[in-house]
């Protein structure tokens, strides 16, 4: 065990998480703003339906993400507790093979969807006038979708292995190409839809290749090792498939409600969702980076038989959750329109009327959310992958579907607008109740 690993079984645990929790938060944010970068853009200057052709396209990104998320996921919270126990070639063997494994799962990703992204474009809520734009943005960005999973995958591990600051340099640093590129090529040479998949594509690839350094220098405890097989990794990454479930359900119930709005307000009302979508992202990414700091930080004690220590994180993350659920809300009540605004700059525009509308809804899911994300990722540092993926599938999967399946035939608009707080509400419920229920084995062993 190095410093690092030594530091998050003894240090201050209020400093620690805030040590963790607040560059991944920052650099999260940072890495997300390469896709609500292009949103912005898009808005600005390509005009409205290029703005709902994305949201369209956004959820194939989610099924190669999810993959890519599991096996990190998983392979990190088990790297973490190898390192916890001082076990650091097994920790090394997990790290290795959860990356080739990503590169092998990417590149076949990338063969499928190259070739028929039209295809899953029109099964997805995609029309005659958008799915050609959405299908053009995919076959022009999924390319770099390789450097996109291996380079975020690169940043767990780093955090895993003590380095929170250097992974959110590299994520940093690839936001911020992708925020000047996208300028060049969409505001300033014109290029649209095509110059802001290549700006992504390029930041991606500036991250990943960071990273990669990083680990060649083999600054920390983990490095890249000779394996003979891939044997044990599906095990592995089945602590990491709540995180899997999490990302394509988040896809899918953004293609099942592109399709209802499509039903009842045309392009417009994708377009508006679209706007919603992007802040409700900046809010998730928030919540998500949080729940995520916690993962090394209760792997490696738990690893290490610090019970009494995973039990303070938890209870930290979660009132961090709390307060920046409530301030979310306040932000969002208080700057509807200038947030709106940011995505349809049209502001008599039905798009933006219906976007406003949406927002004075969906804030009330933000009350909740966030302690669904830290429960859940507890789950999941504590090897507990069965509760983990049942919090994570209500929450993106069956409870959203079954709210946008159900409100909008009795409720109009107003349902499609209120199923997304419904769900996180119910999700609450009973993501507190299985805590309730599991948490005498978990934090009094």
């Known amino acids: 065990m190095n410093k690092q690993q030594s530091d998050i079984t ?36 390509a005009g409205e339906l290029n703005l709902a052709a994305v949201n369209i396209a956004n959820p194939v990104f989610s099924f190669v993400w999810g993959i890519s998320i599991m096996v990190t996921i998983g392979g990190a919270v088990a790297a973490g507790k190898y390192l916890g126990e001082k076990q650091i070639n097994k920790a090394c063997h997990i790290f290795t093979k959860s990356i080739v494994t990503i590169a092998l799962l990417s590149a076949l990703v990338i063969i499928i969807f190259y070739f028929f992204a039209e295809d899953i474009i029109k099964k997805i809520g995609g029309s005659d006038i958008t799915t ?39 994520i940093i640093t690839g936001a911020v190409t992708n925020v000047i590129l996208d300028y060049i090529f969409i505001a300033v040479i014109g290029y649209g839809l095509t110059g802001a998949a290549v700006a992504t594509g390029i930041s991606f690839t500036v991250c990943f290749l960071i990273m990669v350094i990083h680990f060649l220098l083999r600054k920390g405890v983990l490095k890249f090792i000779k394996i003979k097989d891939l044997k044990g990794i599906i095990k592995t990454s089945f602590n990491g498939f709540s995180e899997f479930l999490n990302e ?7 293609a099942l409600f592109n399709i209802i709005i499509m039903k009842y307000a045309y392009e417009e009302g994708v377009a508006a969702f679209a706007a919603i979508n992007y ?71 039905n798009s933006f009327i219906m976007a406003v509308e949406f927002m004075s809804f969906i804030k009330w899911g933000f009350l909740f959310s966030g302690t669904n994300m830290i429960l859940s990722a507890y789950f999941t540092a504590m090897l507990r992958p069965k509760e983990s993926s049942v919090i994570a599938v209500l929450d993106a999967l069956i409870l959203p579907s079954a709210m946008i399946l159900t409100l909008p035939y009795i409720l109009g608009k107003t349902g499609i607008y209120i199923a997304f707080p419904v769900s996180e509400f119910i999700t609450l419920l009973f993501a507190s109740t299985l805590f309730m229920l599991s948490r005498k084995f978990l934090l009094k062993r």
């Not at 053009?136 to 975020?152: A, H, R, S």
């Not at 394509?248 to 953004?254: A, K, L, R, Y």
């Open 248 to 254: 394509i359900s988040i896809g899918f119930t953004m």
């Open 132 to 170: 050609p734009l959405a299908a053009k943005y995919i076959e022009t960005l999924i390319p770099f979708i390789f450097f996109n999973t291996i380079g975020y995958s690169l940043t767990v591990f780093a955090r895993v292995d003590g380095f929170p600051f250097t992974a959110s340099f590299a």
């Open 10 to 45: 003894t240090l201050n645990e209020i400093y620690l998480f805030f040590k963790y929790a607040l560059p991944n938060i920052f650099g999260l944010l940072i890495y997300s703003s390469a896709g609500i970068v292009d949103a912005v853009f898009i808005g600005m200057y």
């Open 279 to 349: 802040l409700m992202w900046i809010a998730g990414t928030i919540f998500y980076g949080t729940a995520d700091a916690l993962n090394p930080l209760i792997s490696t004690n738990y690893g290490a038989g610090n019970f009494a220590r995973i039990k303070k994180f938890l209870k930290i993350g979660i009132i961090f959750s709390s307060v920046n659920g409530i301030l979310l809300f306040i932000i969002a009540t208080l700057f509807d329109e200038n947030l709106t605004g940011l995505f349809i700059t049209n502001k008599d525009s």
